[in-house]
């Protein structure tokens, strides 16, 4: 009987935490890494948007609120301030004509640290580099989980290994 107490005072804690980290329900902020790839450049960032933001327009795009893009090997990192039109872009847009099939893209563009007259074009899925030899190559994106839901998961699977355990060292003490 003491485990089917256990159990309840577990599914408590854990539906009373599941309480706490709700969202409101007219926005969520939503976070997707990407990477880039093409023969001259590779490289990978993150970015962030609230979903209750997209405008009404034919094509609803949200302002990015937090974005960071690193190249492999090069010390620069690109911030949504280095956008050209900042501070109207960069721009999260739904589709899903996207690699991976991800529902979101993106629309950066912005200029090479090290060399102004080289330019960076982030569009959805594509990727191209305009300088004296021009570039393409493809953006792939994957969704990032929130901390609290990684946070929920152990929780959960710690506790259901916990109970596991127990139950296997009643079954031993009664045979």
Same mark, same amino acid.
């Given at each position: 009987?003491? /485990?089917?107490?256990?159990?309840?005072?577990?599914?408590?804690?854990?539906?009373?935490?599941?309480?706490?980290?709700?969202?409101?329900?007219?926005?969520?902020?939503?976070? !997707?890494?990407?990477?880039?790839?093409?023969?001259?450049?590779? #490289? +990978? #960032?993150?970015? &962030?948007?609230?979903?209750?933001?997209?405008? $009404?327009?034919?094509?609803?795009?949200?302002?990015?609120?937090?974005?960071?893009?690193?190249?492999? $090997?090069?010390?620069?990192?690109?911030?949504?301030?280095?956008?050209?039109? !900042?501070? +109207?872009?960069? =721009?999260?847009?739904?589709? =899903?004509?996207?690699?991976? $099939?991800?529902?979101? #893209?993106?629309?950066?563009?912005?200029?090479? %640290?090290?060399?102004? +007259?080289?330019? !960076?074009?982030?569009? #959805?899925?594509?990727? &191209?580099?305009?300088?004296?030899? &021009?570039?393409?190559?493809?953006?792939?994106?994957?969704?990032?989980?929130?901390? &609290?839901?990684?946070?929920?998961?152990? /929780?959960?699977?710690?506790?259901?290994?916990? /109970? %596991?355990?127990?139950?296997?060292?009643?079954? %031993?003490?009664?045979?």
């Amino acid at each position: 009987m003491k /485990l089917f107490q256990k159990l309840a005072i577990a599914t408590t804690l854990i539906l009373g935490l599941a309480t706490l980290t709700t969202k409101s329900a007219s926005g969520t902020i939503i976070n !997707y890494a990407f990477n880039v790839d093409s023969y001259t450049a590779k #490289g +990978n #960032g993150l970015f &962030s948007f609230d979903d209750a933001t997209f405008n $009404n327009d034919n094509i609803p795009v949200a302002p990015v609120q937090l974005l960071t893009f690193q190249f492999d $090997n090069d010390p620069n990192i690109y911030t949504a301030t280095d956008d050209v039109e !900042y501070p +109207n872009y960069p =721009v999260a847009f739904p589709t =899903v004509s996207l690699a991976d $099939n991800a529902p979101i #893209g993106l629309l950066y563009s912005f200029l090479d %640290k090290a060399n102004p +007259n080289k330019s !960076y074009d982030i569009t #959805g899925t594509l990727f &191209s580099v305009s300088s004296e030899t &021009s570039d393409y190559g493809i953006v792939s994106y994957r969704q990032v989980p929130e901390p &609290s839901t990684l946070g929920s998961t152990f /929780l959960v699977g710690s506790i259901g290994l916990f /109970l %596991k355990r127990k139950v296997r060292s009643i079954k %031993k003490i009664k045979a």
